[in-house]
């Protein structure tokens, strides 16, 4: 496996490239002073035991000091693996006692979407800081609700949009936010898996399953960060299953959507539980960039008329860059670079997604 110092080099010539995140943020709250911040991870699901544990083992400004789960049998193995004292174990009953624990400085959110808003904002009251896992919540209006919480309690929130964090993405929409191919005249984004589970909350309705929630995010990401605008209105989309015995009740295993961006730049987008297809082209006055992949937990990359874009890591890379990120701007008082008004963004657009594809008409976002 890639070390922690050969994998933070190739950041670091990343960021000698004058990459930039993204997009810019109001400041956050108030510093945490403390050497490295205690993560407690709520939901011991695959994302928390194959990836953010081990991932929390190579961090550098934050650690595992704690988790939350509903199976006594998990306690008892991560305890165990992880050397989690007692005291900052805890389940979803005796959770919200979280608040007097000083092991315990962020609270990450890992678990079904539905059950986001509350968990962030019970850790809100906690007067913990928060990272929520995308996609943020069911609805916008949830979203929001989770970013006032936050804004009450002085905390600040993080969505766990890992691919902003790692090198290959900074670099393609830093081509595109120079200018230095021309104006984004059109792009073509797909991801998607073929998912084999079937009683999973992916498809459960009422949990916010469907994969326009789950890999969806991923297309509408790659979208936006791949013009470097903000989607005016979904022109149209068409939402469908190949599996009716297992996506139920209309909800989608296949979704296509055309997003309008300003000047009638159209942003294609593709997002599938039905096939393994992970790419991002963007169509540029002056040329092209093409990512494939570009959402991968590792072997992102890609190539423009520029020339290659290759900064390579292995998984779990991707989430260490993700929380060593958002732990120091924690620790420093900085603006969170993925905070909880982008997760609101996508959910906005996921809805206006749902309410072409149901109406037949052009939604505005």
Known sequence: MTTRRESLKTLGLAAGLGLTSPFTFLATANPVKKEKLGIALVGLGYYSTDLLAPALQLTKNCYLAGIVTGTPSKAETWKAKYNIPEKNIYNYENFDSIKDNPDID???????????????????????????????????????????????????????????????????????????????????????????RTDHWKQKKEMGGGVIYDMGVYSIQGARLGSAMEPVAVKSAKVWTERPEIYKDGLGEIVEAELEFPGGVIGKIKTSFAENVNYLNIVCEKGTIEMAPFSAYAGNKGKSTLGEINFPFQQPMEQVYQMDDDAMSIMNGKPMSVPGEEGKRDIRIVEAILESAATGKRVKV
């Open 106 to 196: 962020v609270v990450y959110v890992v678990l079904p979407p539905s059950m986001h808003r509350e968990y962030v904002e019970r850790a809100a009251a906690a007067k913990k800081q928060v990272w929520c896992e995308k996609p943020m919540a069911v609805t916008a209006a949830d979203c929001q609700a989770m970013i006032d919480a936050c804004k009450k309690n002085d905390v600040s929130l993080a969505i766990g949009y890992r691919c902003q964090h790692e090198p290959n993405t900074k670099a393609y929409n830093e081509i595109v936010k120079s200018g230095k191919l021309g104006k984004v005249t059109s792009l073509d984004c797909a991801a998607g898996y073929r998912e084999g």
